[in-house]
């Protein structure tokens, strides 16, 4: 025993003598219950401290917060869990009736073509929607609020993160006392208030608008609320790719035009048979004819007199004769070809005749239809020499400014086509498949959509701008448009429109 430890085992210690070498350490924890001795002390384990019997608190309160830490970034798991997926909170989702891509049924409950496509992206997403009805102007502004600062709708904000438990916030820092005024310093008086002039007029405030609103954009409009989507018709152009995103197109059409419907009348019909297409046709038969006679007066006005003979006039009209009863298969027989030369000209005049009288047949039959319709517009190139009307903030308008064609804007579809059967413009120009489903449903026999289509039109879903959704909702829709269901669909609500 050195002289250490001699010294040592002669104290008092309230531990047996192994508790002072390091290397019987750990110790039990009956010792670490008592006051350490001093001697002692600088030989405890490592592990241990001495302050280890007053932390049970201090233990106590970092596992409830490591505790409250957990469920509080469980739940933010959760609720973007949810906000991919659609959350507790349904989104808003604008829609404008046009049939037949939106239709209004009773109760507020919508279908169409739209309908169904979105509410298949929905489903696939899980997104709990809710719609809201609202214009061009209205759907547009509505999903170009969250591209412009406006929290997103119905989708929460990112969770706050939690503060680090257990680490008090420092000292306040103390406010700066209130000095009294000087009291050697003047006080400025305060100026008194004037009455205002009598004579002075007083500007009346703008009937209206709040303070503070004067200025109000057309994104932020109170009226117009935050949509998380617009589903309807909506015409991809580059003026609206400027303030929102569109999905891949789901349906490619053209612009139609309607024009009046006047049924024909004894009038009418009478004047059909003097129009420039008809009398144009009439002279062409004729002339054709009269070649054909010329040709066989020719050939027998010597051989077979008795048929094509006399003067030229009187010869070329028994020919002209003969080849009009040859045309129309009637072949009275009273005037017949002798010579070779003769029989083989009406043999080909004979098929021939066949077939241009099928051809004339159509053509009168056409110029007659068309005369009776009594329409001022035929197509799109008569566009700039009629009276024409299109609906308020839709795509028609940027088509019929490029090509300088006036015209007259109408709150909607049926508004302008109505317009129409009243005769107070000529024309309406609208979507194709939209403009004939109105003129079948609501004005039969009063309006009629012209054949063919022109200025391709493609219709989108918008999104906000840098949507997250977007690259999920497109893959979405083109596999839903490449499916059997979208056919049947379009079978269902476009028909043979």
Known sequence: MNPTQRYLHTQKHPYPLKAVYPQKAPYPRKYLQHPIHPHTQNHLHPGFSCHDSLSTPWKIFRIVALVALILLSTDSLSSANNTVHGGQEPVLVGVRVVPPFVIEEPEGVYSGLTIALWEHIASEMGLDFEYRQLDIAGLLAGVSRTATGTAEP?????????AEPGLPDGPAEP????????????AEPAEPDLPDDPGDPVEPAEPGLPDDHADTDDANDPVAPALFAAASALTITAEREEIVDFTHPFFVTGLGIAVPHKPAGFWQALLAFISPEFLWIVALLALLLLFWG?????????????????TPAEGIGSGFWWAAVTMTTVGYGDKAPKTFAGRLIGFVWMFAGIILISFFTASIASSLTVSQLDSRVSGPQDLPFVRVGVLEHSATIDYLEENRIRYRTYPSIGAGLQAVSDDQIDAFVHDAPIIRYYSVRDFRNQVRVLPGTFNDQYYGIALQLDSPWRN???RILLDFIASDEWEE???RYLGNL
């Open 154 to 162: 119905g989708l929460p904000d990112d969770p706050a993160e939690p």
């Open 175 to 186: 406010a700066e006392p209130d000095l009294p005024d000087d009291p050697r310093d003047p």
């Open 294 to 310: 010329v040709l066989v007066w020719y050939f027998e006005r010597t051989r077979n007199p008795d048929d094509f003979g006399g």
């Open 472 to 474: 999920e909702m497109n």
């Open 489 to 491: 669909l379009n079978r």
